[in-house]
């Protein structure tokens, strides 16, 4: 069936420095990409989409990509501080016949080190 | 956001008991789903709903049975509790688009 690939599953950078995670998704009829980050104990919240017909997306310091010819999508932060420290999780959406699909990534633990 | 709600946000229970997880949303969404979130898997999809009275299977059905007789809620129950299903649940509904708007999570126990 189709899946959400997301790596890595943990992540360690110093404050200052460049994040980024990868995912590969399965599913070419996908067309909506988003990313949500999690805090300890908290619910996942969207912090960034993109959608097909658009490459890249930014907002401040958090940037989306997306290549849909070779099925994959990255998150990028840069200027990584502290509070960035968190679980996010990739997930590839879409309608196919009629039928609505949502597929979550196993998620990338980062921890940004002061 | 208060749109969406869960309760209870912490249960825990014995094997063999029935459980019954609520969720409750306020924007009238037409869409809403069950996830359970264990270490290692991620978000993973147990049923989904597409409209009032109509609901589907996810990924991890087995042992779970949901029902949706109003726009704003959508129940999960657990039939017979096993220690396999101690997890934390999120419930969502989708927003404007495709995005989905998560509840603030029931983690359960059972012991």
């Known amino acids: 069936g189709e899946n959400v690939e997301q790596h890595p599953s943990t992540l360690s950078v110093q404050e200052g420095d460049s994040a980024v995670i990868k995912c590969t998704y399965s599913?070419?009829?996908?067309?909506?990409f988003p990313w949500y980050k999690q805090e300890l104990g908290k619910r996942p919240q969207l912090i960034i989409d993109?959608?097909?017909?658009?490459g890249e997306k930014k907002d401040q310091r958090i940037a989306v990509t997306l290549n849909k010819t070779a099925k994959h999508f990255s998150l990028h932060i840069t200027e990584t501080q502290p509070e960035d420290s968190a679980v996010y999780f990739c997930?590839?959406?879409?309608?196919?016949?009629?039928?609505?699909?949502?597929?979550f990534g196993t998620g990338t633990r980062l921890k940004v080190l002061a | 956001d208060a749109g969406i709600t869960q309760s209870p946000r912490y249960k825990i229970t014995e094997t063999g008991r029935q459980v019954t997880l609520m969720c409750h949303q306020t924007?009238?969404?037409?869409?809403m789903f069950w996830y359970r979130q264990d270490l290692g898997h991620g978000l993973r999809l147990i049923y989904y709903s597409a409209a009032a009275d109509i609901t589907d299977k996810g990924e991890v059905p087995d042992g779970y049975v949901v029902s949706r007789s109003k726009t704003e809620n959508f129940p999960l129950t657990l039939e017979s509790a096993t220690r396999s299903q101690t997890s934390v649940y999120f419930c969502a509904s989708r927003r404007q688009g495709l995005e989905q708007f998560f509840g603030p999570g029931t983690r359960l126990t059972v012991l």
């Open positions: 997930a590839a959406g879409g309608v196919t016949s009629g039928t609505y699909k949502y597929i």
């Open positions: 599913d070419s009829a996908s067309n909506y």
């Open positions: 993109i959608r097909s017909n658009v």
């Open positions: 924007w009238s969404h037409s869409y």
